[in-house]
């Protein structure tokens, strides 16, 4: 009994509490503030009263959903940029070495050289990136001619290499390119690419190493090869950076790599101020219909000979073959197509002439009505040699161009080198002595492969003839230099050439 009256007193006291917080409800609510829960408990008549909405109390927040970056990078669109192309095709192992810190840091601390370098390579990069794409290699191997030649393509070295990509004389007749009389094309942009992709793919194959490949093409695969066998022999680790090699050797890979680094950083290219080049072809190739001057080809294409040349750089004299390739600017082709083919007149003003006689230089060039520095450039030619009998010269004129087209289809003319006739006595024979000298020292020129005075007599046959004024011959000479040998070549405008020290490739 006495427990069900303590509990009838407890529901009591719990009404009254209820009655109670009900009725302090709208004092509950000037405070809302301080009791946010209860400000949840309102009715919405008291929330209005208030002043306060729903969108004050809770604020709806949208989440979207995070964008999905893609995995791979789009080849099939191609870049307005080549830097952007050239990046997309990086391929070879990063090499890590403090020789490349160095070269980074030396490349960049001369901005104003690398972006000549760059401008050099406006008109050649793209064929080459293009050309590495196709053949499915690291693009980063068009960078390459910036540390052979610095994108020049008439640098020439001590070692006699020659061209963008810095051939010799031996390992460019191994690839087919042509050396002679009328044309080295270790400086052709088209073919000299073509050779040392070619090149590079083979020694890549060889050893299944970029590193070592370029290794190769600097010191050559046979140094390499050897090299690697040496380490191996003696069980040491036989990769790039183990193996003893020559100081140029240990810099050139370092060399590429530090301009990789840079133009893999579009902010440090920017920061550098490297001009950008747009990704499109440069250039487009017409093969010349017939012979054709330098001169006429420049000017149909609209162009100095300088700007010419520099697109085609490969020729010695001032006519190009027919069926040779001319390469003009892509803007320009169509027009130099067009004049082209409506060009009535002969393409050359220079034809073959064979002496009669025995005759010098200066009387030949009076007679053609040229200087005898004209002809001497037309035929590589120095000093005012006299010809003998049976000589083939280029001189001017267009009225026998079968014979022009009969020396084009050999490697270059022949010219017999035939020294004054002396007199007799003492000073008649100190001067024979000198002359002969003089003859053999040609002589020896032409065995070693040299050119007689100034560069782009490779191809002729020279010979030297001493005769007496009795008509007795006390020294005669044929040392016939082959039409194949392989000799450096002056080319139409001359040019300073760059150093590159590439010469131990075998």
């Known amino acids: 009994m006495q427990q ?64 999905q970056l893609p995995g791979t990078i789009d080849l099939t669109t191609a870049p307005d940029s080549l830097w952007d192309h050239l990046r997309n095709g990086f391929g070879m192992t990063n090499l890590n070495d403090p020789l490349v810190l160095h070269y980074q840091q030396w490349y960049q601390n001369r901005p104003e050289a690398l972006r000549r370098m760059v401008e ?31 994108f020049n393509p008439m640098a020439y070295s001590r070692a006699h290499a020659s061209g963008l990509w810095q051939f010799i004389p031996a390992t460019g007749k191994r690839f087919n390119l042509e050396q002679n009389w009328w044309q080295d094309q270790r400086r052709d942009v088209l073919a000299s690419t073509n050779a040392a992709l070619d090149y590079l793919q083979t020694i890549y194959d060889m050893h299944g190493d970029w590193h070592l490949a ?4 600097n010191w050559g695969e046979g140094a390499v090869k ?27 890979v370092p060399k590429l790599q530090a301009l990789k680094n840079i133009f893999s950083d579009p902010a440090l ?54 069926e040779t390739p001319l390469v003009v600017p892509a803007d320009r082709f169509d027009s130099f197509r067009d004049r082209l083919a409506s060009h009535d007149r002969p393409l050359s003003s220079w034809q073959a002439y064979t002496l009669p006689v025995s005759e010098r230089l200066d009387s030949i060039a009076s007679r053609f009505g040229i200087s005898l520095g004209e002809l001497q450039q037309a035929n590589g030619l120095s000093g005012n040699v006299r010809l003998g009998a049976g000589s083939r010269l280029l001189v001017p004129g267009q009225d026998n161009p079968h014979s022009l087209n009969a020396m084009l289809q050999n490697d270059g003319p022949h010219y017999w080198i035939d020294p004054e006739r002396i007199a007799r006595g003492k000073k008649g024979k100190a001067e024979k002595t000198a002359s002969l000298k003089s003859a053999g020292k040609a002589i020896d020129k032409l065995a070693a492969g040299k050119p007689l005075g100034t560069p782009g007599k490779g191809g002729a046959k020279v010979a030297i003839r001493e005769t007496s004024v009795t008509g007795k011959s006390v020294k005669t000479a044929r040392p016939a230099v082959e039409n194949k040998r392989a000799v450096a070549a002056k080319p139409v405008v001359p040019a300073k050439v760059a150093k590159s020290g590439n010469n131990r490739r075998s």
Do not use: W
């Open 4 to 67: 069900r009256n303590v509990l009838s007193l407890i529901r009591k006291l719990s009404g009254l509490a209820c009655a109670s917080l009900v009725l302090s409800m709208p004092a509950f609510a000037q405070s809302s503030e301080g009791f946010p829960l209860l400000s949840l408990l309102m009715p919405s008549s008291t929330i209005e009263a208030s002043g306060s909405t729903p969108v004050d109390i809770l604020v709806v927040e949208e989440l979207r959903t995070a964008p």
């Open 120 to 150: 050099r390579s406006r008109p050649y990069l793209h064929h080459i990136v293009s050309a590495l794409e196709a053949r499915g290699m690291p693009t980063e191997i068009a960078l390459l001619p910036m540390v052979e030649s610095s």
């Open 214 to 217: 370029l290794a190769s093409y």
């Open 226 to 252: 050897r090299a690697i066998e040496k380490n191996g022999a003696r069980g040491l680790p036989t990769d790039y950076p183990n193996l003893k090699m020559p100081d140029e050797t240990r810099h050139y």
């Open 269 to 322: 290219t920017l920061r550098l101020g490297i001009p950008d080049i747009p990704n499109q072809p440069f250039f487009a190739t017409l093969p010349a219909p017939q012979p054709i001057d330098v001169k006429t080809a420049a000017r149909l294409a609209g162009m100095t000979v300088e700007e010419f040349v520099r697109l085609n750089p490969s020729h010695n004299r001032q006519i190009i073959k027919p």
